[in-house]
């Protein structure tokens, strides 16, 4: 099937299931066969030719086409608004010159920390073929775009987990925070702030990463005191009265299978006496034992109180906590640390004067 598709794409055909900002899909005739293609949408394709104007001629950067493109009222391709992630990607698709591609997302099956799953990065190296479509863009103005990217490129090939909390803090609007580092001819002009990637927007105030730091640091330090204090309370005697409970319940039950299999075996018995009332009267009575037994073990068994390992949980919050004030550990192994103990922290800010002061909210979703 791939053979198949990769012959379609290099006779210029295009395949994939969602087509390009700026061209919807359509099927042209070639002899006897349908040919995949696409067809411009002159709407979209007019805000295509604006963002390649704005980014070459202008020379504006993509977070300020996407504020120029929201301010003038265009509906963004995904969501409510543009984002400069979508902006690049425009600027990169060759579809817009009238080509098409192939293995430009190839499937690929990596292993991390013991689990198999399927990713789908962007190929460095990938075909390229002159496609049926029309082009909405000269390929002077692309390359031209190109150029300047060349010019403005940040290699990310080598880059390395920077911000302890990364894709574990998340501004109230929902969007991620990031660590923003301000650097002037080498020197630190600024102290480093989490922002949030769509302030422009939600506008929520950011914070120094030390203020954040040490609000972390003494949501930590408080959580492992009332663990401690959860531990000196341990409910292991509860834990083990239970489930004697359970094991005589179990017991019980099992005697009165017996029973009943022994009434059975006495009353089907070529010596038995026992007449046929006697024996359904015992048997009755023998199956409401059972009965009675079963429903008082499930209920038991569902009310069986869960034995909290508070301790391993103290051992993790404390190696997060203990990591996070050491300066020689690199953030990559702080940021594994935190995410063994921490699901998710939400951040708020209630000021309008991120460099004033202002309470900082923070509700930390623990994972122990």
């Keep these: 099937m791939n053979r198949g598709r990769l012959l379609s794409v290099s006779l210029g055909n295009y395949v994939g299931s969602i087509p390009p900002y700026g061209y919807t899909k359509t099927v042209v005739m070639e002899g006897k066969r349908k040919c995949p293609t696409l067809k411009i949408n002159e709407d979209e394709a007019n805000i295509v030719r604006i963002i390649f104007d704005l980014y070459v001629n202008k020379d504006m950067g993509c977070p300020n086409i996407a504020r120029y493109l929201d301010e003038h009222g265009v509906s963004a391709p995904k969501g409510d608004m543009w984002s400069p992630a979508a902006i690049k990607d425009m600027l990169t698709n060759i579809h817009y010159i009238g080509k098409v591609k192939w293995n430009w997302r190839k499937t690929v099956t990596v292993v991390k920390d013991s689990k198999i799953f399927d990713t789908r990065p962007k190929a460095q190296n990938y075909l390229i073929y002159p496609g049926k479509h029309e082009a909405i863009i000269p390929e002077e103005l692309f390359n031209a775009a190109e150029e300047k990217r060349g010019r403005n490129h940040r290699a990310k090939g080598t880059t390395k987990v920077r911000n302890p909390f990364a894709s574990l803090l998340y501004c109230q609007c929902g969007r991620a925070m990031t660590l ?189």
């Design 180 to 368: 923003r580092t301000y650097v002037k001819n080498g020197r630190p002009r600024s102290a480093p702030r989490l922002l949030c990637d769509n302030q422009v927007h939600c506008g929520t105030p950011s914070c120094t990463y030390e203020e954040f730091e040490l609000l972390i640091i003494d949501i930590l330090k408080k959580t492992i005191h009332d663990f401690k204090l959860e531990l000196v309370k341990d409910n292991s005697n509860e834990c083990i009265m239970h489930q004697k409970l359970i094991d005589s319940l179990e017991h019980k039950l099992k005697t009165a299978k017996q029973k009943e299999l022994s009434q059975w075996e006495q009353y089907t018995s070529p010596d038995s006496y026992m007449p046929e009332h006697i024996f359904k009267k015992l048997n009755e009575q023998t199956l409401r034992e059972i009965n009675e037994l079963k429903q008082a073990l499930d209920t038991a068994q569902k009310t069986a109180p869960v034995r909290e390992d508070y301790q391993k949980k103290i051992d993790k919050l404390s190696s997060a906590l203990d990591h996070l004030s050491d300066s020689s550990v690199s953030a990559e192994e702080k940021n594994r640390l935190l995410k063994a103990c921490i699901d998710k922290i939400l951040y708020n800010r209630e000021t309008n004067l991120p460099r004033r002061g202002g309470t900082i909210l923070l509700d930390v979703n623990l994972r122990v």
